[in-house]
């Protein structure tokens, strides 16, 4: 060791066991084992005992390593809750979790122990140990190597590995994380590691939500005195600065070997983590592409405290085909029969076959810097885009980079895209009502290696640290590129990409976009669509709709509207600020549908409201222009249908539809005015109430997995009229998965028919006639002591009432008892939060049908920022059951 | 089964003597005025007074026990004496009589130190921190109770919340004066959701609660018992002074002060009581500033019970007694 490491380090004590009394650690489960020549004796945690005690046999070992300044207290939550699991008659796994040499409560040896000989103490605790069977290793921080150096090491014995925040490899263009270039300075680090416990605290200021007292001091408990941190130094000082750092040749090894490795892997991340961030995990998944990941939004570098990790590990161990799951079900849900996939036509098909047609492919009403609109022809959107993909190929865009899209709906987009989807970049493209917060968290955590954006967009990522190399859709001055961190304009890839050849046409099933979308919950997903499923959407479009060559079309919702060049159909971006779709008025929607003779509207909610205030403006040409309109859609979120019949009246040779869908699956039913009409008036299901979604598309099924007295969707999907529970949804242009959220994947496809569906998170029922129905949010389902109910029922009820403009329907208290409360804004706006008076609480009582604890008045609900239509139930919840205990009056 | 009844004089009293003797029972009841129930053998006498206690007691096959001294301010010693001391008297005798089944009316504050109860089931009996001599005293006397539950004799503690009713000379006629003094504050608006229980519904659970008490997985227990439809407190006391003709009260204190205001009161009191009770004691302010409201699926299941008679049909009922007179 060059680096100077205060004496301490060199002093030696025997191992021990912990002290009584640690939060959370069962002491039964720690011994002392000696292993190795010399013998060094290991303080570890075995649940060993335990399992044989039980009687069971357990089907694999998993190896748990500490990195540092840590201990086996990391792992103390996974030996009890993988030993409960046995004890509760499951799959019964023997985890044994170690305190490496000189930490914890093992030896202190007084040796510097380099990565090398650590691997190799740790294989020589397993022969000690005879561990013999499947083994997967689970590893945090420097541990995460360690444990990876015996999983290369251990190919036949090795059935798997978890990594939480790790990293095997420094990638070449990033520098060594901050905080431990810090510690790595020779003045610094024996200081810092040894002599003071400030490394620890440090590491231990990380939990987030923050550690609790105790659990700090079970961190602590190993580490009180100097003479026991020299292994935390040791450990600091061995981190290979450079291929010159003894440890380094054997971590570039262990880095190799794991790119090689078959077995099944997960990645449970904390990517708020100063040190190991997303760029380790991008590493470590470009090794092991076939890895499960889960990054936990929010969580930093002690993973394994911020979050549930054993369950998410247990559950994931299940999933495993050695850990004798039950193969069956899957045999006989697969065996099911599926809907014959439809044709796949590249999304580019339209524009290779139009490509010499000098027909209008887009307009855009409102180009940036320009006054007049824009129209782009098929032959010359087609060329812009063979243009775009060689000039991105030239500039270093690879087939699976991901490419995050900040540019506004226009021409500009929609060439960039096709393009990307042309050499196979997997597109990013994130919604911008997330706001900037939302959109942070998705641009960082899809990691794209590009972003290409227009001036607003670039200056976020850079100002906000976003990663990814940066490409301009139109030049920049030349300081202001090089301020932003800008290497190209658009115009310079046309000229970049003369005489190179596009790649290759990607596979059908490779990725072709990560879409996200403002959550009603929590911060938003990455939707992952592959090119098939994404051609599927457009089908779905062109069959529900009967879309095609030709057809001309408003598109006022992007997700729809950048599909439209794939159907070969003529479409146009009104004059609108997209971040503030309300702004839309009706003589813009005018103006856009005659500049492609458009007979499809395809409008967003927020949109839909200032058409219809904005109507009186319109001309008799505008009404001309609107009259030839023959199909108009209202997309993203349920519209009140006196609006949509009042947009409907703006056109009156069109038929209003509204389509049911999510971000994981854009169109799965449809309905038209006229059914919603029909089903509201006659009700087929009595009072069980709801919104008429209407029928599956043809390639969707829909099904209902019921709900339990608890609330809970565990019922066997049906197709059952009239069952109420969660609904579940099959299509081929249905998303396939979520963007390294494996948890919510598994969570999505709990218990469904086989893996081409997906639970909505809403609930619903179907009629008698196949009508879906909507009822609300899984999430906002009541538990009264007289049996489940759903919201939205309750809601119109309440709607019903005279002077009642909007309603919400919560319930308070404790799950299983709950009382329903309703919450209503009145024609005449309240000043303050308050008790309804008496009459229009009777009314109201008398509306719903069932008993309601309490009617409050307030001046607003809370509602989605985006549409103001989706009712925050969850916090309308929370903030009356506050009222109704007497607590401080706040608005909602 | 002959069957006592202790403090049958009493708007709840009266209401399950007649129950329990509908049922089918011989009843006696028991208590210092005369109970005016027809059809019931009426004991008149003290619990306080041992002899009176044996009397009682007397040839019983079963007790329900209610006498009590509820009131929201006092001597302690009062308190002490009979709602202790009489149960006391009253469990010792019942078991050398050789009583089979004990039902103990208890109340829900026994159980709560007077932060907001949203949901919650049937806690133990805490003397240490329930608030006012009144809950404190039931406290110990239901844990008396329920530590003489055994297979000779099977006891079950009955908790009424806020029993209400035609005739009711506490709560009802307590509002009505105070609404009608212009003492009754709604507590930070009246927002808090109360359990309140028409008395109807507290005597046939009750009722039940001695019908269900040999069963092993009923004694031993203490119960809550409400009407399950919490109200907000103003709608509830509103709704009590509209069918009794009152003035519905408008005012509104902050519970904070009102509780402050409310100790300072209690204490003044209990040195030098006088006819009336005070304006305001902190009991009084928590219970109409804080939620208080139950989970009653134990209750309902373990008893075998539902209420029969909503809030609604309970205020009907109060209105049409005040027209007739009564």
């Given amino acids: 060791m060059t680096t100077p490491l205060p004496s301490a380090v ?41 399992l044989a005690r039980l009687g069971v046999e357990p089907v694999g070992t998993l190896l748990c390593v500490h990195g540092n300044p840590t201990w086996s207290y990391l792992w103390r939550r996974l030996v009890t809750a993988a030993t409960a699991q046995a004890a509760a008659d499951g799959v019964a796994w023997r985890v044994i979790a170690v305190d490496q040499l000189e930490m914890g409560y093992s030896e202190r040896t007084g040796e510097l122990r380099g990565l090398p000989r650590r691997v190799a103490d740790l294989d020589d605790l397993t022969t000690a140990l005879g561990v013999t069977g499947p083994v997967v290793t689970v590893g945090h921080d420097w541990g995460g190597v360690i444990s990876l150096g015996w999983a290369v090491d251990h190919p036949d014995q090795l059935a798997g590995v978890v990594l939480l925040n790790t990293a095997v490899h420094q990638p070449e263009h990033l520098r060594i994380p901050a905080p431990l270039r810090l510690a790595l300075r020779p003045a610094v680090l024996g200081r810092a590691t040894v002599a003071t416990p400030a490394f620890l605290e440090t590491t231990l200021a990380l939990g987030r939500p923050r550690l609790t007292a105790a659990v700090k001091e079970g961190y602590r408990a190993p580490y009180r005195e100097a003479a026991r941190r020299g292994g935390i130094g040791g450990f600091v000082a061995d981190i290979p600065v450079d291929a010159a750092h003894p440890s380094a040749a054997e971590l570039d090894r262990i880095a190799t070997a794991v790119s090689g490795l078959q077995v099944p892997a997960l990645m449970l991340w904390g990517p708020s983590d100063p040190v190991f961030g997303d760029q380790y995990l991008e590493d470590l998944v470009g090794r092991l592409p076939h890895a499960d990941v889960h990054r936990f939004e929010g969580a930093s570098h002690l993973v394994a405290e911020d979050v549930d990790y054993a369950a998410a590990a247990l559950t994931w161990l299940g999933d495993l085909p050695t850990a004798g799951s039950d193969d069956a079900g899957a045999e006989a849900a697969s065996a099911s029969p599926r809907p014959a996939q439809p044709t796949y036509h590249p999304l580019w098909h339209q524009l290779d076959e139009q490509r010499h047609s000098t027909e209008t492919a887009l307009v855009e009403m409102a180009p940036p810097g320009g006054d007049s609109p824009r129209v782009v022809t098929w032959s010359l959107l087609a060329r812009r885009v063979r243009e775009l993909a060689a000039g991105l190929t030239a500039a270093g865009v690879r087939p699976g980079d991901r490419v995050s899209l900040l540019v506004p709906p226009g021409a500009d987009l929609t060439a960039v895209l096709y393009a990307c989807l042309r050499i196979g970049a997997v597109v990013v493209v994130a919604d911008a009502g997330l706001g900037l917060r939302g959109l942070t968290r998705a641009v960082r955590g899809s990691r794209p290696q590009h972003v290409i954006g227009a001036l607003p967009g670039l200056s976020a990522a850079r100002a906000l640290g976003w990663p990814g190399r940066r490409i301009s859709t139109t030049p920049l001055p030349r300081a202001t590129a090089r301020a932003l961190g800008v290497r190209y304009a658009l115009v310079d890839l046309v000229d970049l990409g003369q005489g190179v050849d596009t790649p290759a046409e990607p596979a059908p099933d490779a990725t072709a976009a990560v879409l996200f979308t403002s959550g009603s919950t929590g911060p938003a997903k990455g939707v992952v669509y592959s090119h098939r499923q994404l051609a599927a959407v457009a089908g779905a479009l062109r069959d529900q709709y009967d879309l095609g060559v030709g057809t001309g079309l408003v598109a006022g919702f992007a997700p729809f509207a950048l599909l439209a060049p794939a159907l070969g159909a003529r479409s146009v971006t009104p004059d609108m600020d997209v971040t503030s779709p309300r702004t839309l008025t009706a003589p813009a929607v005018a103006a856009a549908a005659a500049a492609v003779d458009a007979t499809v509207l395809f409008l967003s909610p927020a949109a839909l409201a200032n058409v219809v205030a904005t109507a009186d403006s319109l001309t008799p040409a505008d009404h001309e222009a609107l009259a030839q309109v023959r199909i108009f859609l209202s997309a993203g979120a349920p519209v009140p249908e006196p609006l949509l019949a009042a947009a409907g009246r703006l056109m009156p040779n069109a038929e209003p539809h509204t389509p049911y869908g999510m971000t994981e699956g854009l169109l799965m039913t449809d309905v038209t005015l006229d059914v919603i009409r029909d089903a ?7 009072d069980r109430g709801g919104v008429c979604v209407g029928r599956p598309t043809p390639t969707t099924e829909v099904r209902i997995s019921p709900l339990d007295a608890d609330g809970a969707a565990t019922g066997e999907p049906t197709t059952d009229p009239g069952r109420t529970g969660e609904i579940l949804v099959t299509a081929p242009h249905l998303k396939r998965g979520y963007f390294r959220l494996h948890l919510t994947d598994r969570a999505a496809t709990r218990g469904v028919p086989d893996d081409r569906w997906h639970r909505t998170g ?61 919450v209503v804004e009145t024609t005449t706006p309240a000043r303050r ?34 549409h103001n239509s989706k009712i925050d139930r969850t916090r309308l919840a929370r903030w009356a059951e506050g009222v109704l205990s007497g607590g401080r009056v706040r608005r909602p | 089964m002959k069957v006592l009844v202790t403090g049958a004089s009493g708007l709840l009293g009266r209401a399950v003597a007649a129950r329990v003797l509908a049922a089918g029972h011989e009843v006696r009841t028991f208590q210092r005025s005369p109970s005016t129930v027809p059809g019931v053998e009426d004991l008149r006498g003290s619990m306080t007074v041992a002899a009176d206690v044996e009397r009682a007691v007397d040839g019983v096959e079963a007790v329900v026990h209610l006498a009590a001294k509820v009131s929201l301010a006092g001597d302690p010693a009062d308190f002490e004496r009979v709602n202790v001391g009489g149960t006391e008297r009253l469990v010792a005798a019942a078991a050398r009589e050789g009583v089979a089944r004990f039902v103990q009316v208890s109340s829900p504050s026994v159980a709560h130190s007077g932060s907001s109860i949203v949901g919650d089931g049937a806690l133990p009996a805490d003397p240490v921190h329930a608030r006012g001599d009144y809950a404190r005293t039931k406290a110990q006397a239901e844990l008396l109770a329920l530590a003489a539950d055994g297979d000779a004799m099977r006891v079950v503690a009955v908790r009424p919340h806020l029993v209400w009713g035609p005739g009711d000379t506490q709560l009802v006629a307590r509002i009505v004066a105070r609404a009608r003094a212009s003492r009754l504050p709604l507590l930070d608006g009246g927002r808090a959701l109360i359990d309140t229980t028409y008395v109807d519904n507290a005597a046939s659970a009750i009722a039940a609660a001695l019908e269900r008490a040999a069963d092993d997985a009923v004694h031993g227990n203490a119960y809550v018992v409400t009407n399950g439809e919490p109200r907000p407190v103003a709608e509830m006391l509103a709704g009590i002074c509209a069918a009794s003709g009152a003035p519905v009260p408008r005012w509104s204190v902050p519970a904070g002060l009102a509780r402050a205001a409310g100790g300072a009161v209690e204490a003044v009191w209990r040195v030098r009581p006088g006819q009336d009770e005070p304006p305001m004691t902190r009991f009084l302010a928590e219970q109409l500033s804080t939620a208080h409201w139950f989970d009653q699926r134990r209750t309902r299941a373990d ?23 009564g």
């Fill in chain 1, 680 to 686: 509201t008036s006659t009700r087929p299901d009595g």
């Fill in chain 1, 833 to 866: 939060v308050a008790l309804a008076d008496p009459e229009l609480a009777e009314e109201v009582r008398g509306a719903v049908g069932r008993p309601l604890a309490a009617v409050l008045v307030v001046p607003d609900l809370p509602t989605d920022v985006r």
């Fill in chain 1, 762 to 822: 809403d609930v619903g029922h179907l009629d008698e006639q196949g009508r879906l129905w909507v009822e609300g949010r899984l999430a906002h389902v009541i538990t009264t002591a007289d049996g489940v109910v759903t919201p939205v029922g309750l809601e119109q009820a309440v709607e019903q009432v005279d002077g009642v403009v909007r309603a919400g329907v919560v319930g308070i208290g404790p799950q299983g008892t709950q009382l329903l409360v309703a």
């Fill in chain 2, 303 to 325: 008893l075998r019970w539902t209420p029969e008679v909503t809030i609604d049909e309970g205020l009907a009922r109060l209105r049409a007694a005040g027209a007739r007179g």
């Fill in chain 1, 10 to 50: 060199g002093s030696t004590a025997p191992a021990s066991l912990p002290p009584d009394g640690l939060d959370g650690l069962d002491p039964t489960f720690s011994r002392l084992v000696t292993a190795g020549d010399p013998g060094r004796t290991w303080h570890l945690l075995d649940n060993a005992d335990h």
